[in-house]
């Protein structure tokens, strides 16, 4: 009479394993977010929580005229004196300049979690992280790389907090979230990519 084993115990190349032993391990598969996903929606989230940002803290709060809000961003392409001279074209210029740098932003974090899982596991923490990152980025890196040419300097003290806690929350948890979202989704479906498939001897 033949053996009977239990239905979670089978016979896998000559040893008698568990069921469990034999099903993927899902600690095992590393959760990527998708770029589709992540980038596209994540760069107008950014960019449109970063323009209400601009036009409530800059506009309303301090006073800048709202033409030149958005004409500051189209300096980094023509100059300061052409884009304050340019009037609403420049302004419009500016607001889809805003969007492309945020897109852009959203696609450096969406490579970041890549090389980075942890990202991932944590999108609170590394969002806020993040965000005060792009914030000295585009002041010292990408601002002398424009047609501005000059460094960002660091404003009043009481500005420097907003802004970076505006950068923290509007700009770097947005796209963290939607990251985080991505790869929870990618798992879901399980479409996760195996990090090593183990051997059994």
């Not at 023509?78 to 740098?101: E, K, M, N, S, W």
């Not at 450096?108 to 005060?132: E, K």
Request: aromatic share 8%.
């Amino acid at each position: 009479m033949a053996e009977e084993r239990p239905p979670w115990r089978q016979r896998v190349g000559g040893h008698t394993k568990n069921a469990t032993e034999t099903m993927p391990n899902n600690s095992a598969l590393v959760t990527r977010a998708r770029a589709v996903d992540t980038i596209p929606l994540g760069g107008l989230l950014i960019g449109l929580f970063d323009l209400l940002f601009a036009f409530t803290f800059y506009g309303l709060i301090l006073g800048v005229p709202l033409l030149r809000i958005f004409q500051s961003v189209a300096a980094g392409v023509l100059g300061r004196p052409r884009a304050y001279a340019g009037g609403v074209p420049t302004f419009l210029l500016g607001i889809v300049l805003h969007f492309v740098v945020a897109t852009c932003i959203a696609a450096v974090y969406y490579l970041a979690t890549l090389a980075l899982p942890v990202l991932i596991r944590h999108p609170v923490v590394s969002g806020l992280i993040y965000g005060v990152v792009a914030y000295f980025g585009m002041k010292y890196v990408i601002m002398p790389l424009s047609a501005i040419g000059a460094r960002g300097t660091l404003p009043r003290l009481p500005i420097l907090l907003t802004e970076l806690i505006g950068h923290a929350v509007l700009v770097g948890l947005p796209v963290a979230l939607v990251a985080h979202r991505s790869a929870r989704s990618n798992k879901d479906s399980g479409t996760a990519e195996p990090d090593a498939v183990p051997s059994h001897g």
